[in-house]
Structures are given as C-alpha cells and as structure tokens.
C-alpha cells in the first residue's frame, strides 16, 4: 500500500509540477521570451467564457502531454509513451477552436477550420519523427544517431505550422484577427498566453525526443534540452518577419513535400538501425 501511495505521488508530481502543467507554463513564458521577445500572461480574467475555459483546458492538456514522456529526472520514470503525448497535444491544439468554429461568423470559423488542417497535418509529421525515435530514445549509437537527426530535423520544419508560428499565421486579409476575432481584450490575452504554453511544451517535446537527453547523467539531459530549446527559440526568433506569410496550398506543400518524407526516412533508418 505504501508503494502504491508513492506511485501515487510520484505520478501527481509529475502531472502538475514536473514536467506537466507547471513546467509547461514556464515554457510557454520562455518560448514567448526567446522567440518574440516578451513572454505572455493572462491579465484581466476571461476565464469564465467558452474561449478562456477552452485555453485552459489547452494549458492543461499540453501539461500532461509533457508528463508522459521521457524527460531526464521524471519522478514516476516516465516512458517513451508517444501516443499518449500525440493525444494531449492534439487536445491542447484543438480545443481552443472549437469556439471559434460554434460563433457562426463565416471569417473566424474559416481561420479555424485553415489552423486546424495545417496543425493537424504538421504534428502528424511530427510524431511520425518522433514516434519511432521514442522508442529508441536510450539507443544512440552510430547507426541509429542519422535517423535521430532526421527525425529532430523533420519534426523542427513543421513546428511553426504546428503552432500557427510566422509564416504560417493566420491570413489576416481573410480573417483579421484569426480565431480571436472580436474577442474581449482578456479573452485574446488568454488565447494568446495558452499558444505560448502549447508552442513551448511542444517544442520541449521535440528537443526531448530528438536529442540524447537519455545518455549520460540524467544532470547532463537536463542541460541539453534547456541548450536545446533555448538554441531553437532564439533561431526562430532571428527568422521572425523575415520570411513572408505563406498561403494554405504552399504551407501544405512544405509538409508533404520536404518534411514528411524526412520522417518517413528516419523512421526507415531507425528501424532498420534497431533490427541489426
């Protein structure tokens, strides 16, 4: 019964400190802080309405997706459980546009309807790449390390359309304002903090998977996520304005095109690396 109880414990800290919910939340400050320069926080409530209980329910889901994997320190031994990190993130994605896609106005449920399609799309790539790298996740050896750099590169090309960063942003001249059209001010604030969150438990869930995290002192797997993930948001943040906004056709393109053949090479690779 004790050890039960410790499980127990062990499995709520890691759902609501470490690396769930709470972690999640100080990603999403740190991705808004490397990569735009300021890190976002929900002022002036709007919890209450359908959009803030929705971005909520987004935080949350991104926490626990966090939870199931492997990160070094994890306090109930977390497993390389990528099916159950690929369903709280898509929680966590697509929750919040449900309210956009029930306001009945043409415009707003359109910008949902185009974020759902190319994220949807981007994080099926993602943990195509991903998947299989989990599984070898404590397995870096010569002929596994390609395929775990193929996977961590098709996974990073779709990120930004994954969480709707830069060029991939909603088409203003279609739908001002995206989802969050005609939002109260604290409703858009939420809105914008829990992409934050989602975005920067999505990009540790990247780096965690596609880096030797799991080699060495669990210390040093620490030090190279924070590297990691500091390194890739600090890159996004240099290439921020500077590549145009692209339209649905051409963001798909760049997932079909370049990024998913990538993730079905490394899967290849790792695959055919682990069989040896």
Not at 22 to 38: M, P, Q
Not at 183 to 196: E, G, I, V
């Amino acid at each position: 019964m004790v050890h039960s109880a410790m499980e127990w414990l062990a499995l709520l800290v890691a759902g609501a400190l470490y690396p769930g919910l709470l972690t999640a939340i100080a990603l999403g400050a740190l991705f808004g802080w490397l990569a735009r320069g300021r890190a976002r926080w929900p002022v002036g409530g709007g919890f209450v309405s359908r959009e803030g209980v929705a971005a909520m329910g987004s935080a949350i889901g991104a926490g626990l997706a966090l939870a199931t994997l492997p990160w070094p320190l994890h306090p109930a031994s977390g497993a390389a459980a990528w099916p159950w990190a690929w369903a709280g993130f898509e929680l966590a994605f697509l929750l919040p546009l449900t309210p956009a896609l029930a306001t009945g106005l043409p415009a707003v449920a359109r910008a949902a309807i185009r974020e759902a399609q190319l994220g949807v799309l981007a994080r099926a790539v993602i943990w195509l790449a991903l998947g299989p790298a989990l599984a070898a996740h404590t397995d870096w050896r010569v002929a596994t390390a390609p395929g775990h750099l193929l996977a961590l590169a098709a996974a990073l090309l779709v990120f930004p359309a994954a969480t709707g960063w830069g060029p991939f942003r909603n088409e203003e001249s279609v739908a001002p304002g995206g989802t969050a059209a005609g939002l109260p001010d604290a409703a858009r604030a939420l809105d914008s903090w829990a992409r934050d969150v989602r975005a920067g438990a999505l990009l540790a869930a990247i780096v965690v998977a596609g880096l030797p995290v799991a080699v060495g002192l669990p210390g040093l797997g620490l030090l190279v996520t924070g590297a990691g993930f500091a390194s890739i948001g600090l890159i996004l943040r240099r290439i921020e304005g500077r590549v145009p906004r692209l339209s649905l056709p051409d963001a798909l393109r760049l997932g079909l095109l370049w990024a998913l053949p990538l993730a079905a090479l490394a899967s290849v690779v790792l695959s055919a690396a682990r069989w040896r």
